[in-house]
């Protein structure tokens, strides 16, 4: 059931856009992401429900396409913070917000 | 607003010692979680406690217990510990109430080894 992360890793210059993906092949009912930065805690960025609502980053996108069980979150303009680990977290339906978190991808972003 | 804090920072056990990880919050939130970070595997729960009095298993529960002391405090107890629970630990929070699911605060981590 862990949603599928893609790419698993990217390298970035300064300015340039990336695009991580998360498959699930179970239906959804939201997808969370997360950035992780080395040797500290996964931060919170954005959270997609069904239906099209969204909550989180003002400079961070994403989309939810429910047909496909897909989310994917843009990454425009990078900049050296954006360096980190992403993983993306699944929630299929009611269960207290117990997310299953895919195995993450890993950017880096270089001047 | 100090969030989530775990103890210790580092860990190191023999195998077959026990101990307790504690975890404390003070966003009053009503739902906790533990988690644990090997590498190439994302986080993995496992256990959560939905609300003060009530804990259910997560993806990998076995060899842990856990205990929601109050609404603050979530502990996780590894009874007799393993090599394979060598990892980093997670300890998590988040207001989660009917149908609206939040985001999850998380601890800076425990990392524990296991000889």
């Known amino acids: 059931q862990q949603p599928v992360q893609s790419p698993q890793a990217v390298i970035l210059r300064e300015g340039e856009d990336a695009v991580i993906n998360c498959s699930s092949s179970?239906?959804?009912?939201?997808v969370h992401w997360y950035r992780q930065k080395h040797g500290e805690a996964p931060v919170f960025l954005m959270i997609?429900?069904?239906?099209?609502e969204q909550k989180g980053h003002d400079k961070i996108s994403a989309s939810f396409n429910e047909k496909k069980q897909q989310s994917s979150l843009y990454l425009t303009a990078s900049q050296l913070s954006y360096s980190g680990t992403y993983f993306c977290g699944t929630l299929f339906s009611g269960g207290y917000n117990k997310l299953i978190f895919g195995a993450g991808t890993r950017l880096a972003v270089h001047p | 607003n100090a969030g989530v804090t775990q103890t210790p920072k580092f860990q190191v056990l023999k195998t077959g010692q026990s101990m307790t990880l504690q975890c404390a919050q003070d966003?009053?939130?009503?739902?906790m979680y533990w988690y644990r970070q090997d590498p190439g595997m994302g986080l993995r729960l496992i256990y959560y406690s939905a609300s003060e009095g009530t804990t259910d298993k997560g993806e990998v529960p076995n060899g842990y217990n856990v205990s929601r002391l109050n609404k603050r405090e979530f502990s996780l107890r590894l009874e007799s510990a393993a090599p394979s629970q060598t990892s980093v630990y997670f300890c998590?929070?988040?207001?989660?109430?009917?149908?609206?699911?939040?985001?999850?605060?998380f601890g800076p981590g425990t990392r524990l080894t296991v000889l």
């Open positions: 179970k239906a959804l009912y939201s």
């Open positions: 966003m009053n939130h009503n739902s």
């Open positions: 997609l429900l069904k239906g099209g």
């Open positions: 998590a929070s988040s207001e989660a109430s009917g149908q609206v699911y939040n985001e999850q605060f």
